[in-house]
């Protein structure tokens, strides 16, 4: 991975061809390689809070627990199979892991790929399987107990599992070399289900501090200096990680070190029904100039349905909210080069938060929902199971932009805040009406 991570970064220091160099060429080494409570929600928009990340771990998942335990096995699900991913400990010892093999080859249960993790005692084995349709999860973490494999975890797995591990892992890379907001993204899908945060500078000196050069392997807690200073922390209570998953994380890390800041270059000029032509753009902090002239046009009505709090305050939010680390933010620009609207894709932890300002003057032009259908687009790109806006009750055009994608909304409000959480279920997607203006998010 160290190897990716240096071609890479030599990929892109050899000047302006880059853009059009970095995708081929990445392509090349792949084939080569072949509410949170509703008080969170409420203040999702604001900067991080002052927090280490090293939150004690949850009560551990159950071995071999599933979405598919409890529920009964009926029609094609009995006689079709089922991709299962499978990490298990079993004793440093000649024929250990045949034994459990051959205990899986019993219930016809098909090896596709194995990795291996040797740690100081024993050996964590990471499988994926191809089982007969009625086997569950529990029944499937029997199997291998009863074999001497022990902490043992499963999880459903999708055809996205099949591609061989150095493919996805460059294919990772080729992604967070053309966008810094791909990193956390890339991060999670590298260590699977996750929490990820981005701890600034600044929140009180040991954060950082305490975490050395080369990152921290705590059992189910890793960090990692980010680039732009402060710490990544990664959070998987239900599996420990691994020394070999450790190392391809900071290896990412590292990358994204060496190829500094960077947003694609993409951007879409529509034209609004009464024929001003905006331009939607990817965004970040070389706007905050530009953003804090759109908070001074903005009407303090406007700003406090924003940010649900002292419109004071407003402007000290836009580094944070502007920084590609945290999510992505798309820009409305008129002709003249004026910021008029602004609309965010936050990483929340393991949930997303979209969130708007378009200034008063552009109001009520479609600005709002042509900013929300994109944003909401670029989510359901990386994976996301659902978006939440937080808006007051009194917002009635943010409810009214989230009612207009087309998807199934779950509402929640108490004390005049108002939460609308729109699902990203591949069913809902193709049933919606999101635009086809995620490309912006990947040029």
Sequence with gaps: MSDVTGAVARLVEHGPA????LPASVAALIATAGFHTWWTRRHGHAPPPDDTGARPPSAARRAGSSDRDGEAVTGADAGDSALWRMRTTVRDAPGSLAVLCAALAERRVDILSLQTHPLAEGTVDEFLLRAPGELTGSELAGVVSAAGGDRTWTERADAHDLVDAPTRIL????????DTA?????LRQLLGRCTIRSLPAGLGGHVVDDVPPEGSLEDTVLRLRAPEGGVISVERPYLPFTPAEFARARALVELDARLGPRVPRGRDVLTLPEGSDITVRRADTRDVPAAKAMHERCSAQTLGLRYHGPVKDADRYLNHLLS??????????????????????LWDGDETEVALLVEDAWQRRGIGGELLGRLVAMAAETGCANVYAVTQASNTGMVAAMRGLGLPLDYQIEEGTLVVTARLDPASRAAARLPRGERIGRE
Excluded: D, F, K, M
């Design 18 to 21: 880059i853009p059009a160099l």
């Design 171 to 178: 294919g990772l890379a080729a992604r967070t070399a053309l």
């Design 182 to 186: 791909e990193l956390p993204l890339a």
């Design 324 to 345: 590609p680390r945290y999510g992505r933010t798309l820009a409305v620009q008129t002709a003249s080069g004026r910021i008029v609207g602004l609309g965010h894709l």
